[in-house]
């Protein structure tokens, strides 16, 4: 089981470029989260989906697109990239018990916006 | 509405100390509780869960956290600090009825540890 996989590690953008942060589980989960983190601030939620097809608005969602075409994959489009989209990105699937549920979360992508 | 308050910043300690992580929550509902480790330049890790069952709740690397509902704490602790722990740790907070949107996340606390 490789996880969660994201990539790329590291990327830099000019302003008002756009690019896609891919995400891919192997676990047959059907939830996923793509969260921003920022320095004092915790993890803020930017989108989820609870399954192929289906996607909902997190907490930061303003500049952001993401689509569920698999249960594996869950890509985050930044449609014009701003400075204010500088931050460390995770990628999230989740597992649901009964009575819990457990995030597995990516190892990050480092992203810059100049 | 829910939310975590993770009340220092940054915590120091020597080597072979303990430690003292702290945690409170506010919920409307039954929560489910975690902590979740964060080395740097690397992704998150559970350490420990809590999901109404004992609580006093054992996680990896020897941490231990308590579920105190008349106090509505979650602290994490661990007998004796090793410089292997230094890192940020996150207390989460998850209605166990809820979906991925209400999980919410404390601010951080970075754990220092000194030889």
């Known amino acids: 089981n490789a996880g969660v996989t994201q990539t790329p590690k590291f990327q830099v953008l000019k302003t008002g470029q756009s690019m896609t942060l891919q995400c891919a589980q192997d676990m047959n989960h059907e939830y996923m989260s793509w969260y921003r983190q920022d320095p004092g601030m915790g993890l803020r939620l930017i989108h989820y989906s609870v399954g192929a097809g289906i996607t909902d608005q997190g907490e930061v969602p303003n500049g952001y697109n993401v689509s569920r075409s698999t249960t594996e994959d869950f890509p985050l489009r930044l449609l014009s990239a701003a400075p204010s989209q500088t931050s460390v990105y995770f990628c999230a699937s989740e597992r649901r018990t009964s009575s819990y549920n457990e995030q597995f979360f990516g190892p990050g992508t480092r992203l810059t916006v100049l | 509405a829910q939310s975590v308050t993770q009340l220092d910043s940054h915590v120091s300690v020597s080597e072979g100390t303990p430690v003292l992580l702290r945690c409170n929550y506010s919920s409307s509902y039954s929560p489910s509780l975690f902590w979740y480790v964060q080395h740097p330049n690397k992704g998150l890790q559970l350490l420990l869960k809590?999901?109404?069952?004992?609580?006093l709740v054992k996680g990896i690397n020897g941490f231990e956290a308590e579920f105190k509902k008349s106090e509505t704490s979650f602290h994490l602790t661990k007998p004796s600090a090793h410089m292997s722990d230094a890192a940020e740790y996150f207390c989460?907070?998850?209605?166990?009825?809820?979906?991925?949107?209400?999980?919410?996340f404390g601010s951080g606390t970075q754990l220092t540890v000194l030889p």
């Open positions: 989460v907070v998850h209605i166990s009825s809820g979906s991925a949107r209400q999980l919410t």
């Open positions: 809590y999901t109404s069952a004992a609580t």
